[in-house]
């Protein structure tokens, strides 16, 4: 009898042991299964900032993540069953060039989650789209650039005139008119979402026409206005550091907001077919407007004023960036 009540405290010792490791125990078996598939590098920025976020969840111990890069488009839906057939809980990707097979691959595996880069809607039961909804920071580093020509001589180098882009352009191009009525603006459109030596001749070609402030929508913008000592406004990733006197700010894209959030739902069973584009806000911290570093003390100190006041301004829901999807036009004379 002793013996037995010796077990049995034993046994409940050990429940309570095992009752309180419990956490990490769930934590480990819930560690869900993510696969990315994008048809760019990782290094290009868009997609550069979604793999940053996923490794940072990786890093935590939250996910096992796997990711292929440059997939043709042609290739792209085989990918994507491959990753579902692997036992991936959530496929993250971009489907601007692809949305048919993307959610024709959604419609055929609905308990899977798919969480895609879409110019469309979401679509029931388990595809949600995102964007890089970061017009707010382009907004202000607008207000920034038209405080730093002193040609009045804008360009603008984009990959392709579709919304995500058009959106950002036109808010950097009305906050540059704010604080600087007089700008003009010269721009090209690459036709590529990665394609540098491409971006960066467009940009000499706008320089030798006496622009001396360029928006860097794409990579290889900045290294053009490096070459011919001209200043430079980034997009998505900030690099002043690669280009300390050439890059004066930079509207920055944070994922991590709707990554998280995304995870959050597929955890608690409560993933649903939604727009996660508002998590790219600045209100989300999904956007920002980076540091001026360098330029912290060459921007006019009037215009640094200005900007801040504006910023606050939105961030408290005061004032609204307008979203504005069409193709922006060239003003240059």
């Known amino acids: 009898m002793h013996q037995r009540r010796h077990l049995l405290t034993q046994s409940t010792a050990l429940a309570i042991a095992l009752a309180a490791g419990l956490p990490s125990m769930a934590w480990a078996q819930a560690k869900l299964k993510v696969a990315a598939v994008y048809t760019v590098p990782f290094e290009q920025q868009w997609v550069g900032r979604i793999h940053k976020a996923l ?20 290739d792209y839906e085989r990918v994507m069953r491959e990753y579902v057939n692997g036992g991936n809980q959530l496929i993250v990707g971009e ?3 692809v949305e048919a097979a993307a959610r024709r691959v959604a419609r055929d595996f609905p308990k899977t989650m798919f969480l895609m880069g879409s110019s469309g809607k979401p679509q029931a039961p388990n595809f949600s789209v995102f964007d890089n909804y970061i017009q707010e920071p382009a907004y202000l580093s607008g207000m920034v650039a038209g405080g730093m020509t002193k040609s009045n001589k804008i360009g603008m180098v984009g990959g392709n005139p579709i919304p995500e882009v058009n959106r950002l352009m036109n808010a950097f191009m009305a906050g ?15 036709n ?15 320089i030798d026409k006496g622009v001396d402030l360029l928006y860097a ?33 930079t ?28 998590f790219s806000h600045m209100q989300y911290k999904g956007s920002e407007l980076a540091p001026l570093g360098t330029f912290e003390k060459k921007v006019p100190a009037d215009i640094v004023a200005k900007v801040r ?14 979203v504005d999807d069409t193709q922006p036009k060239p003003t240059a004379k």
């Open 55 to 74: 490794k940072a969840a990786e890093a935590r111990g939250e996910i096992e993540y796997k990711a292929t890069e440059n997939v043709a488009n042609a």
């Open 95 to 97: 489907a601007f060039a």
């Open 176 to 190: 540059a008119r704010e604080t600087n009525p007089q700008v003009e603006f010269t721009i090209t459109f690459i």
């Open 192 to 206: 590529s979402w990665f394609d540098p030596p491409k971006a960066k001749e467009a940009a000499f070609a706008m």
């Open 217 to 249: 929508e794409r990579f290889g913008v900045s290294d053009a206005a490096k070459e011919r000592g001209k200043l430079a406004i980034g997009n998505v990733v900030d690099t002043q550091a690669q280009y300390p006197d050439t890059v004066v700010a």
């Open 251 to 278: 509207a920055v894209w944070n994922m991590e907001p709707t990554i998280d959030e995304a995870l959050r739902q597929v955890k608690a069973g409560q993933y649903k077919a939604d727009d996660f584009g508002k």
């Open 309 to 322: 006041a504006r910023q606050a301004e939105i961030l408290a829901g005061k004032f609204a960036v307008k």
